[in-house]
């Protein structure tokens, strides 16, 4: 199980041209366990927890060219 992010952005030189780049992160989740707790002293406790050893990360690009038959 993982949990990542990702974001990204397109931009055009002209209608035909353009960029694109992207980037990521995930982080997998190891060790993930949860608690329950009851005393009368001191109520109701939850609680989770998860071990993160490492991350992930990824850049991407690319270029964006659009035949003249698409264009607007």
Known sequence: ???GLEGGMRY???PGMGVKLS???FFPL???GSFLW???GGGTQ???NS???FAQFGLFGGIIVKPAQLMD
């Open 12 to 14: 055009m030189f002209n």
């Open 46 to 48: 939850v609680g989770v």
């Open 23 to 25: 980037a990521n992160v």
């Open 51 to 53: 071990s993160i050893p």
């Open 30 to 32: 190891l060790d993930v």
């Open 1 to 3: 199980f993982a949990v």
């Open 38 to 40: 009851w005393s009368s």
